[in-house]
Nanobody
Framework: QVQLVESGGGLVQAGGSLRLSCAVS????????VGWFRQAPGKERDIRTS?????????????YYSDSVKGRFTISRDNAKDTVFLQMNSLKPEDTAGYYC?????????????????WGQGTQVTVSS
């Protein structure tokens, strides 16, 4: 069984930074691609309608970003620590959301939620203006 636990969320002013962590419990963490998705406030959590943020393939050599975060967010992984990070800089109020990490066995279509079999419970990010 694969379990994911997010941490690092919080309240930050616009222009500030946060670093989210996703700790993954899996027998072979390095065989999974990991992505981050988010769901805006006021929306009931639904994996199918969450917005893609970023993803990283199994060995960290390939990364993907949504247009809305490209140049501001950086995804990385430490396979020795079974952890994926999302460094978020220049945060904007519209980045306010619940952030969820997810693990996928595939390296294909990592920008869509159906690619992912395992999901964490999320961490809240609030950016004040």
């Amino acid at each position: 069984q694969v379990q994911l636990v997010e941490s690092g969320g919080g309240l930050v002013q616009a222009g500030g930074s946060l670093r989210l962590s996703c700790a993954v419990s899996a027998r072979t963490f390095s065989s999974y691609a990991v992505g981050w998705f988010r769901q805006a406030p006021g929306k009931e959590r639904d994996i199918r309608t969450s917005d893609f943020v970023a993803a990283i393939n199994w060995n960290g050599e390939t990364t993907y970003y949504s247009d809305s975060v490209k140049g501001r967010f950086t995804i990385s992984r430490d396979n020795a620590k079974d952890t994926v990070f999302l460094q978020m800089n220049s945060l904007k109020p519209e980045d306010t959301a619940g952030y969820y990490c997810a693990a996928a066995r595939t390296d294909s279509r990592l920008d869509v939620s159906p690619a992912y079999a395992y999901w964490g419970q999320g961490t809240q990010v609030t950016v004040s203006s």
